[in-house]
């Protein structure tokens, strides 16, 4: 099993709204990350998750809120958005051992659209 | 500070045809590289995992290289098929300072027409 889950697959959110974003994997990874892609870009890196813990915030604005519950999940909740957080959110993970970092697995992302 | 170039942006070939994307990067400290595949509004599909020490891996239809003393990779498609018609993206993870960040290639978008 190779398949990171994403759901929902489309959000239309209003901006005092507040919203989450799921994601699960059952590969034994141990880091975990959330993305954001505009139409025409690649993936940009919001958070990861190495062992349950937050290593990494891109400068993300706090209206958006990570959570790593246990090893195969990962949440994003979003509070407050603005229109131009519309764009495809997408959860990857990878073996995560210190330094070796293997393969990155793809969800097929959840479509927000903030009105 | 580490960048990736994919060439070209964009590629139309008719259906049958062989086809090389190239990716190439300016350090050449990678851990791995990795190409993706991305269908319009979907999520990404990984496609091939290069390790450092590695020169090519297959699957299928798809080979891809990687020379890292010049920074270069590419992924070979063999007998394109309309199916195939997607963005592909390479991206490398680096081997020094933060390597939980890949460094993206803006992709090319190959249409491969019946």
């Known amino acids: 099993d190779t398949e990171v889950t994403q759901t929902p697959k489309h959000l239309v959110m209003g901006m005092t709204n507040k919203k989450s974003l799921k994601c699960e994997q059952h590969?034994?990874?141990?880091?975990m990350y959330w993305y954001k892609q505009k139409a025409k870009k690649p993936p940009e890196l919001m958070f990861v998750?190495?062992?349950?813990?937050?290593?990494i915030n891109e400068s993300v604005p706090s209206r958006f809120s990570p959570e790593c519950p246990n090893s195969s999940l990962l949440n994003l909740h979003l509070h407050a958005l603005q229109p131009e957080d519309s764009a495809l959110y997408l959860c990857?993970?990878?073996?995560?051992?210190?330094?070796?970092?293997?393969?990155?697995?793809f969800g097929q992302g959840t479509r927000l659209t903030v009105v | 500070k580490q960048e990736v170039t994919q060439i070209p942006a964009a590629l139309s070939v008719p259906e049958g045809e062989n086809l090389v994307l190239n990716c190439s990067f300016t350090d050449s400290a990678i851990y791995n590289l990795q190409w993706f595949r991305q269908d319009p509004g979907k999520g990404l599909t990984s496609l091939l995992l290069?390790?450092?020490s590695q020169r090519e891996q297959t699957s299928g239809r798809l080979n891809a290289s990687l020379d890292k003393s010049s920074g270069r990779s590419t992924l070979y498609i063999a007998a394109s098929q309309p199916g195939d018609s997607a963005t592909y993206l390479c991206a490398v993870r680096p081997n020094a300072g933060n390597n939980r960040k890949l460094i993206w290639g803006l992709g090319t978008s190959l249409a491969v027409n019946p």
């Open positions: 290069i390790q450092s």
């Open positions: 990857a993970s990878s073996q995560a051992a210190d330094r070796v970092m293997g393969e990155a697995f």
């Open positions: 590969m034994g990874h141990r880091a």
């Open positions: 998750y190495s062992y349950e813990k937050l290593s």
